[in-house]
């Protein structure tokens, strides 16, 4: 039997005011994202921001700085470029314009056609997003993650109790700022893809934790006498196993998305990559701690 | 071997084969297959999204308020007509969305709202102000729609388009998604084109007219308009003709002055040809009116010999040749060195009638066929990468178990592209992610009983014990933690448009074969292998 630890027993209950004060820091990063966000000073997807966003495949090796001056000098303003050498695949976003939405990316393939004549190319992909579908899709997205904080909050009280829930949310929400706030810093895109891999950590995050949660319910009926943090801590160490070897069998895959899964996935990959890690440090170090701290106080029921 | 696990095994025997038979069109096998297979079986399989085979997914507005302003210009002209027919003398003027009247008369009041109930008055003071009430501009809107729809319908049906998804979202949005188009650029051109077609007298007596520049460049048509306002006749305005310098490619802007009232519109039309102009051989479209169209073209050719009659699509004049005679039979040309894709667009709209008012596009999202070929190599390399290391790490960690394990996984993606199969589901890049996550995912159940069952063992029960106590313990959580994925899923399903619908579609679909597969595919091996005779050992 191959054993990553043998019969674990870290006190983890005992380590939250540094867990805490960690995760308290990336929260407020997270929170400060969302606020940047929400005002539009993040680097949002034209999806969020309205724009478009086109990407040239050139049939050769094309520099950056050509094209870059092929589109100022005829005056296309406010556009930043990004490049995919090794496919020569060029990226050219440009946000919000008083132009006709449709134009800009016709005006865009008429000059790189006429300035640079030498250089085929293939359009790849356009995103044309009017500033009234990014406003709408903005709030679909808040949305979607309240919809989702709801929900679980509501079937982890159900199915635990409600500190459980709160605690489960908290650790889940924590996830995803973290995440929000790793990826703003960096300054990433923050786009509707993005999103959707938030919404994914949020679920494994919770599925950690109900595992986590499962054991401590289950002890708490059986060891009676013992304090709940010292039952918390037992069954934390009880399936730390399990916690690890899922998070691997999950970054395996993941990380294979991330090489090999192609340039779109990039950033949904690195976002899960990051997501898994946090999620599997939560549902351990935030998640009981927070049930701990928010319903100590009151008697656990041992159902 | 107890009758329990016997059914259980009929059950994934049943379900394995299933997913096989609904997956096969996805495979290279289906034209393989003999004759009854292709007629009976399903063909179908799961169907890629625009962004892995490559499209368009445009969302149009159409401008309703526009609608609602042809119908009162509309309606201005038929009072002019009215109060001439009833010797009543009034001025008519349309100032946007509504119609000024003045003198504010007791008659003339009468007269307006007994004919149109649907205008309700906003000023009757000094003069009358009408506007389109609130229910029936309403109502304008909502055909403007309707109608707009089945336009774009028409147009995409001749131009041609294998299974384009048309439909309506919400009060005023169009959605038009068109897989596997080649030329983006002109489809977009073709449904988004308001097609007004207009024959407009050209002004050639006003004295201003000489004073309008030969041609300028584009970009100062504003400028010019603004420069002569006030200056041109009130019954007319300045439009532009297009003319494209063939070798140089520069564009020039060529000013005229037209009539504003139309002599006659494209709603009038019954037919439009593209032909070969013989000497130039250089494509045109070739016009037939119906018969009140036909006429009102003589009556208008007849009384206006040796003038221009400017042809006009949507603001844009196309050819104001000189009328040299009188023009019966109903047909007309419209020239203008067209490419003969530019030509046979033209007709298909003509045909198709125009918009009942112009849309403006709110999103387009455009995927080149070779991005989306890309994308599904990479990932099948990804997944087949992902999948191969879980394969070995559940091996070396498990052993025997975790062949089990492995087993099962195998089992979970067969049912998962054969459940999507026969749901003939949207696969997406997103969709692609989810299904190589739900590898990764789908060794968890295992994970949580092998976890228990080591624990069980050190415990002290054998193996047995530990296999059925162990899988006991691990239910409820295991039920749990796919709960909660599942309700994420749904809520990814319900607020995510396209490529991440089909994220949520694979998530879910995994989650769920996933307990599937862990609950009934792994406990009845080890069923199995346990009713054969009592292990000394589990290799775990």
Avoid at chain 2, 56 to 71: C, M, N, P, S
Avoid at chain 2, 235 to 262: C, H, M, S, Y
Avoid at chain 2, 388 to 402: D, E, H, N, Q
């Amino acid at each position: 039997m191959i054993e990553l630890i043998r019969n674990p027993n870290i006190d983890f209950l005992g380590k939250r005011n540094i867990a805490f004060f960690i995760s308290g820091i990336f929260v407020i990063i997270g929170i400060i994202a969302i606020v940047q966000i929400s005002t539009g000073r993040a680097n949002l997807g034209i999806d969020f921001a309205g724009g478009t966003a086109i990407q040239l495949k050139f049939e050769r090796h094309i520099a950056l700085q050509a094209v870059r001056e092929a589109l100022e000098s005829s005056g296309l303003r406010d556009f930043d470029l990004q490049d995919l050498p090794t496919e020569n695949k060029v990226l050219i976003r440009v946000k919000t314009t008083e132009q006709e939405l449709g134009q800009v990316s016709a005006s865009i393939t008429d000059i790189i056609s006429q300035k640079l004549p030498d250089h085929q190319y293939v359009v790849d992909s356009t995103m044309v997003i009017g500033p009234k579908v990014g406003g709408r899709l903005r709030a679909d997205a808040a949305k979607a993650v309240a919809m989702a904080v709801i929900g679980i909050l509501i079937y982890v009280a159900f199915r635990f109790q409600f500190k459980f829930g709160v605690g489960a949310t908290v650790a889940a929400f924590h996830d995803i700022l973290v995440v929000l706030g790793i990826f703003f810093l960096s300054g990433k895109e923050i786009n509707l893809i993005l999103v959707s891999a938030l919404l994914t950590i949020f679920g494994y995050s919770l599925t950690d934790t109900v595992v986590v949660f499962d054991r401590i319910r289950e002890n708490l009926k059986l060891r009676q006498r013992d304090s709940v943090e010292r039952v918390m801590n037992g069954s934390i160490n009880e399936v730390l196993s399990r916690t690890i070897i899922t998070t691997l069998t999950l970054l395996l895959t993941s990380i294979a998305l991330f090489f090999f899964g192609g340039e779109v996935l990039h950033d949904f990959s690195l976002a899960i990559i990051i997501g898994i890690i946090v999620g599997t440090y939560s549902s351990v170090f935030v998640a009981s701690p927070v049930v701990l701290l928010w319903g100590g106080k009151k008697p656990f029921a041992k159902k | 071997m107890k009758k329990k696990v016997l059914w259980k095994l009929i059950l994934i025997n049943v379900t394995f084969l299933l997913s096989v038979i609904f997956f096969i069109p996805n495979t290279p096998l289906l034209p393989h297959m003999p004759e009854w297979w292709k007629k009976t079986m399903p063909s179908r399989g799961i169907v890629l999204g625009l962004d892995l085979q490559g499209g368009l997914h445009l969302v149009f507005e159409v401008e309703g308020d526009k609608a609602v302003e042809i119908t009162t210009e509309r309606i201005a002209a038929r009072l002019k007509d009215l109060f001439a027919k009833k010797n009543l003398t009034a001025e008519v003027a349309t100032e946007g969305l509504s119609i000024a009247i003045t003198p504010s008369a007791a008659d003339i009041r009468k007269a307006v709202e007994d004919n149109y109930p649907i205008l309700a008055p906003v000023e009757t003071a000094s003069r009358l102000v009408y506007k389109i009430s609130g229910k029936e501009s309403q109502r304008i809107k909502d055909t403007a729609t309707d109608q707009a729809l089945e336009t774009i319908r028409n147009r995409i049906d001749q131009f041609g388009v294998a299974e384009p998804t048309i439909h309506r979202q919400g009060e005023n949005e169009i959605v038009v998604q068109l897989p596997g188009v080649k030329d983006p650029k002109r489809a977009i051109d073709l449904i988004g084109k308001t097609a007004q077609l207009e024959f407009k007298l050209v002004d050639d007596d006003a004295k201003v007219a000489a004073e309008l520049p030969q041609s300028i460049v584009p970009g100062e048509e504003e400028e010019l308009k603004r420069q002569f306002a006030g200056k041109i006749p009130e019954d007319t305005e300045i439009l532009f003709e297009k003319r494209v310098n063939k070798e140089t490619g520069a564009v020039r802007k060529i000013p005229l002055l037209v009539k504003k009232q139309a002599s006659l519109t494209g709603d009038l039309l019954s037919d439009a040809k593209v032909n070969i102009d013989s000497r130039f051989s250089e494509p045109y479209v070739s016009l037939s009116f119906n018969a009140a169209g036909g006429k009102l073209f003589e009556e208008v050719t007849g009384a206006n010999v040796k003038k221009r009659l400017a042809i006009i699509l949507d603001n844009t004049i196309y050819s104001a040749p000189v009328i040299q005679e009188k023009i019966a039979g109903g047909n007309a040309q419209i020239t203008g060195s067209f490419s003969m894709e530019e030509a046979r667009d033209l007709s298909i709209v003509l045909r198709a009638g125009a918009l009942p008012a112009p849309m403006k596009m709110l999103q387009n999202v455009t995927v080149g066929p070779s991005l989306g070929r890309d994308s599904i190599e990479a990932g099948k390399i990804a997944g087949i990468i992902g999948t191969i290391a879980v394969i070995i790490f559940m091996i070396l960690y498990y052993r025997v178990s975790g062949v089990i394990a492995d087993f099962a996984l195998f089992l979970n993606i067969i049912l998962l592209l054969g459940a999507m199969a026969a749901l003939n589901a949207t696969l997406t890049l997103p969709g692609i992610a989810g299904i190589i996550l739900t590898i990764g995912m789908a060794v968890d159940s295992n994970v949580l009983m092998f976890e228990r069952m080591r624990e069980e063992l050190r415990a002290g029960k054998t193996p047995r014990a530990a296999v059925d106590s162990g899988y006991k313990k691990a239910f409820w959580t295991i039920f749990d933690s796919h709960v909660t994925t599942l309700i994420t899923a749904a809520v990814l399903f319900q607020f995510g448009t396209g490529p991440i619908k089909g994220f949520a579609v694979t998530l879910s679909l995994g989650v769920s074969i996933n307990l599937f597969t862990a609950l009934i595919g792994t406990k009845s091996i080890f069923d199995i292998i346990n009713s054969r005779r009592e292990l000394k050992k589990l290799s775990i």
